[in-house]
């Protein structure tokens, strides 16, 4: 019988017989590396001129993880809804690091023109083919009810 080369004889049985107290762990110092904003091309915003970071970090500090957790343990973790910039604060952002009006508007329309592309390039793809499986049609121009939508029976051949 051939042996594995991902196990080596006798490894797997001395790992289950070391003491968990002679495993440890040990942290080193963080190092923090600041980025700054910049007008950026993801057309992912859903409107307005998008912003990203540079490639060249501008300042970097390395202080000890435990000095570090010290002075987060005030400060919670922001969630995901606070990160979000509405594009009017994106502009005036954007404006105050020094760019013309006419280069946010200049962006804001590069991305909604990648946008309405991918938009395009979806159609008739898997997305569409999920959106016909309910028939919209009885329920009018009132707003639609879950409840109301009519699933359609979708039959497939078996092989």
Same mark, same amino acid.
């Given at each position: ?23 440890? $762990? ?25 912003? #990203? ?35 009017? %604060?994106?502009? #005036? ?17 590069? #991305? ?26 009885? $329920?009018?121009? %009132? ?17």
């Amino acid at each position: 019988m051939a042996k594995s080369i991902l196990k080596i004889e006798g490894e797997v049985e001395h790992a289950r017989n070391v003491s968990p107290l002679l495993k440890r $762990v040990c942290w080193g110092d963080l190092e923090i590396l600041e980025f700054p904003n910049m007008l950026g091309d993801n057309p992912g915003v859903s409107e307005g001129a998008p912003l #990203t970071i540079n490639w060249q970090h501008e300042s970097r500090e390395v202080v000890a993880i435990e000095y570090y957790e010290y002075l987060r343990q005030n400060r919670p973790r922001r969630r995901r809804k606070d990160l979000v910039m509405n594009s009017a %604060s994106r502009d #005036t952002y954007l404006l105050g690091l020094g760019y013309r009006l006419d280069e946010l508007i200049k962006a804001a329309e590069e #991305t909604k023109k990648i946008r309405k592309s991918r938009q395009a390039n979806m159609k008739g793809k898997l997305v569409d083919k999920f959106r016909g499986l309910f028939d919209f049609s009885s $329920v009018g121009n %009132s707003k639609v009810k879950k409840s109301d939508a009519q699933p359609k029976i979708v039959a497939g051949k078996s092989a």
